[in-house]
């Protein structure tokens, strides 16, 4: 099971005299920070590494959750965002994956995709965007209720679905432009830019970082966590040739705004850009709390680009930690100490990758889901005369074509059966069944439990399958 941690900071408060007190003092500003693909031995395994006022001071002067666990399954940034800002779960709040088929409009979507809206800030369909796919509200929007929307809540991610997400239907939120190179939203929430973002996004802070190159922040041999810096199975930056450091950022030529999403920097840009919307926009300086949701896309980049024992990574965290100090103390100089409440949490983990397990006589692997759509096709084909059965195998489901299904409607439950014994056959699948007999299903409880939780017929596909542990998509 996907062990998520969360650490909650709470500078002003002592739990024991919370409770004795008849006037109990609300912050007045709360900010969740999410590490995209933050696993929980993170904080231990580079803790000697640490300085004593980033992860140190969330751990040392705040409470550490050690056995929380991710009650869903599959596990993405979409729902894991969701999940932490609305206290649901995707049979309930509708975010079942990044992507899904939804079967009400007969086509594949992405969470946060909305053409009814227009990008604010840039001239490109990025902003295109809102979080009207979510059915539920978050904290933030019952925030705002409980007020009459005095509050401000504000979302802020490299990620659009990072920052639309977390921030509601109420809120506003802002994300990064990977083509224009700037920070922008979407006319869900307003008709242009603020002023103090313009400036912001006048200051070319991508361009400056991708004039210079990634070297490690300590001498290499402190790099004590970490696997040899030069592996066959990781991948380079977008547009760099190498995957050992230096990385040269200065001879990227081509979609240079997209590999600066692949460096630590993109990192501390996020955090310059919460600085600036907590200055500008007062953030904890209203008579009712705000709330301000900060997330941090790029340890996910370069998490699925070199993986969870690189250098790179152990690099990434040390400069986020450092980044997590800086705004600590901006906060305590800004908001004053005890007057701010800050949680840390991730919205998933991430597995080894196969070949590192291979590496070290562990078992794992990667299979493809397009592929594997492919294959059930010709076997429905060849079986029952059938063409086109499945539109698409995603999230670890296999989503039927209902149409076919219902024109061949005496075959239906015979061409299920026959899905699943094919994919049990599968040597990287473990068990599979129909999304709507899960409570038939003969799998475990703890797992049977988190499937119920993830699954919602609107859209899920109608049969899911359970991977061998450490075998994922290949994408």
């Not at 031995?41 to 590494?49: N, T």
């Not at 994956?97 to 800030?121: A, F, L, P, Q, R």
């Not at 024109?407 to 068990?431: C, D, F, G, H, M």
Request: one cysteine or more; proline letters at 5%.
């Amino acid at each position: 099971m996907i062990k998520k941690f969360l650490v909650l900071f709470c500078c002003h408060l002592l739990l024991a005299n919370v409770f004795s007190q008849k006037n109990i003092p609300r912050p007045k500003l709360v900010i969740g920070l999410v590490i995209d693909q933050m696993r929980w031995d993170y904080l231990y395994r580079y803790y000697d590494l640490y300085s004593a006022n980033g992860f140190k001071r969330l751990l040392g002067q705040g409470f550490s959750c050690e056995n929380t666990m991710v009650p869903y399954v599959p596990t993405y940034t979409a729902p894991g965002h969701t999940c932490i800002y609305t206290g649901s779960i995707p049979a309930i709040h509708g975010i079942v994956g990044n992507n899904w088929y939804e079967k009400s409009i007969g086509k594949n979507v992405y969470c946060t995709d909305d053409s009814t809206v227009k990008t604010v800030g840039s001239n490109t369909d990025l902003g295109k965007m809102s979080p009207r796919n979510l059915w539920v509200s978050t904290i933030g929007d019952e925030l705002k209720l409980s007020n009459n929307f005095k509050s401000k809540v504000i979302g802020i991610a490299l990620k659009d679905r990072a920052s639309i997400l977390p921030a509601g239907h109420t809120g506003s939120a802002y994300w990064f432009d990977e083509i224009a190179g700037k920070w922008i939203s979407s006319s869900y929430y307003l008709n242009g830019l603020p002023g103090w973002l313009v400036k912001l996004n006048e200051k070319k802070y991508p361009d400056q970082v991708m004039l210079k190159d990634w070297n490690t922040l300590l001498p290499g041999d402190k790099y004590g966590q970490s696997t040899a810096d030069d592996k066959k199975y990781e991948n380079t930056i977008p547009g760099e040739r190498t995957v050992m450091f230096p990385h040269r950022l200065s001879q990227i030529t081509s979609n240079k705004y997209e590999a600066f999403k692949y460096t630590p920097f993109a990192n501390t840009y996020t955090f310059e850009m919460a600085k600036a919307a907590i200055e500008n926009e007062k953030l904890g300086t209203n008579s009712v709390p705000d709330m301000l949701a900060i997330s941090v896309s790029s340890t996910d980049y370069i998490g699925h680009r070199f993986g969870p024992n690189s250098v790179e990574i152990e690099d990434t965290y040390l400069r986020l930690d450092n980044d997590i100090s800086d705004f600590l103390n901006f906060l305590d100089s800004k908001e004053g100490k005890g007057n701010y409440l800050l949680f840390l949490s991730a919205d998933h983990g991430v597995a080894h990758i196969p070949a590192f397990l291979k590496e070290n006589k562990m078992p794992g692997g990667f299979f493809n889901e397009s592929d594997l759509a492919k294959e059930i096709n010709t076997h429905i084909e060849r079986v029952f005369s059938i063409k086109n059965a499945v539109l698409l195998v995603e999230n670890y489901q296999v989503y039927l074509n209902m149409e076919e299904m219902n024109k061949n409607e005496k075959y239906y439950p015979a061409i299920k059966e026959s899905i699943i014994q094919y994919l049990i056959k599968k040597w990287y699948i473990v068990n599979a069944f129909e999304t709507e007999k899960i409570m038939n299903a003969t799998i475990p409880e703890p797992e049977k439990k988190m499937m119920i939780n993830g699954y919602n017929p609107k859209r899920s596909g109608e049969i899911e399958f359970v991977l061998k542990t450490d075998f994922f998509d290949l994408n």
